[in-house]
């Protein structure tokens, strides 16, 4: 898999995304996926391979590297890739009406997203009922709660923490 040049992106170590896949499941049985800082796709594409039906891939930097890894993996009829950032990505997805069973948040550690843009998804109507939301951030930071999130695990390794919440089925009110 491609990744983008430069220092556009970090990507998820190998081992990293094998035991993500193990806490959150090993297959799926359709189900979209949400990958909104998706570097080069690894974990949306992986989704996809695992049997979601489709994946929406966001990053204003890195989606023609997205595009490339689904067109060599032709998995691109299963996919969009949209050059956003995350919150227009919210905003514009909502006013989609669309529902999310997996969602992956894999900001950038320093840039200090993760906790808005959890919280601001979780105030969405884009999560299906008992939605996995997955969030990689660096060991030394702090798991973010989100209301109507549900933390359900939590593992590191090495600097790497992955937090896996489980959406509690409260549909906002407003967005």
């Given at each position: ?10 990507p ?21 996926c ?64 669309a ?35 997955v ?14 999130l549900a ?25």
């Amino acid at each position: 898999m491609k990744a983008p040049p430069g220092r556009a992106a970090r990507p998820t170590a190998d081992r990293v995304k094998e035991a993500l896949f193990s806490i959150v499941g090993p297959a799926f049985a359709g189900g979209v996926c949400l990958d909104l800082f998706a570097g080069s796709g690894a974990l949306g594409i992986e989704a996809l391979s695992r049997g979601c039906e489709r994946a929406v891939f966001v990053d204003p930097r890195t989606s023609a590297t997205v595009r490339e890894n689904l067109a060599a993996l032709d998995l691109a009829g299963r996919a969009a890739v949209y050059p956003w950032s995350w919150e227009r990505a919210l905003d514009r997805l909502t006013a989609d009406a669309a529902r999310y069973s997996l969602v992956f948040l894999d900001p950038p550690y320093a840039a200090g997203l993760l906790h808005p843009s959890l919280r601001r998804l979780a105030a969405t109507r884009l999560l299906a009922p008992s939605a996995t939301v997955v969030a990689e951030t660096a060991r030394s930071l702090p798991t973010p709660a989100a209301p109507g999130l549900a933390l359900v695990r939590e593992a590191m390794y090495g600097a790497t923490k992955l937090c896996v919440y489980r959406h509690e089925g409260v549909t906002p009110h407003a967005t």
